[in-house]
């Protein structure tokens, strides 16, 4: 599964709006949309703090393509 789907997927089992991440991790809501999409890399804190927020690891969310989703 692709980041963006993966991060998507994550967010709605979490309840979360795109707003709420891109204030958890200290950016506007267009910057967080382009990451989201791939348009835009995320620092290693912000896939931290995100990775943190949905209890998995970076590898899983942002790496691997066989997701426990």
Known sequence: MATAKKLKAYRCLKGAKQE??????????????????GKKPFTLNEAKIISDFFETTIDELFFKRNSKL
Do not use: S
Not at 21 to 37: P, Q, S
């Open 20 to 37: 709420d991440i891109a204030r958890l991790i200290g950016v506007a809501l267009n910057t967080y949309n382009f990451k989201e999409n």
